[in-house]
């Protein structure tokens, strides 16, 4: 792996972990010759992936974005980008194991607010809020009831 610094190109792994539940590897490198450190991630590479939008248009699946709107969703609470890249990995999964070449994001948007409503109710409802459009407050009070149903479930 070439440093991304000084472009060296042999970089020295000093520590490897798995994560995303064994999906994928995180490997602390350093350089030998200006000793920066940084961190790089090995995931299998999977054939593509087309998201089917709304309007009928198809783009690559693209797990950055994904990754960056949870960031977003997450902001000021206790979920880690650990938990976050376990999450896409969960989806990424269950994509795959469908075997087919396409994906409606509809349903993409239902696996991901299902795991986030796992890790934190605030960022279910802030990811809910703008994965379902909500216009007026009605919107919110439906996600809302839905996490009191959920709580109650968990409780009996």
Do not use: W
């Not at 934190?120 to 809302?144: N, P």
């Amino acid at each position: 792996m070439r440093c991304h610094q000084c472009q060296f190109a042999d970089t020295k792994v000093i520590e490897s972990r798995d994560v995303a539940d064994g999906e994928s590897t995180r490997r602390r490198r350093e350089c030998p010759k200006c000793h920066a450190r940084f961190t790089t991630y090995e995931r299998l590479e999977r054939p593509q992936l087309f998201v089917v939008k709304k309007d009928g248009s198809r783009e690559l699946f693209n797990r950055p974005k994904l990754l960056n709107g949870l960031q977003r969703a997450c902001e000021k609470t206790a979920v880690s980008n650990v938990q976050l890249e376990s999450l896409i990995s969960q989806v990424e999964n269950k994509l795959y194991d469908r075997s087919e070449s396409e994906v409606d994001s509809r349903e993409i948007g239902e696996l991901v607010m299902h795991g986030l409503a796992e890790l934190s109710d605030v960022a279910y409802v802030r990811f809910a809020s703008v994965y379902r459009r909500f216009s007026d407050i009605t919107g919110f009070e439906t996600e809302l009831a839905h996490i009191h149903s959920r709580r109650a479930k968990k409780a009996a």
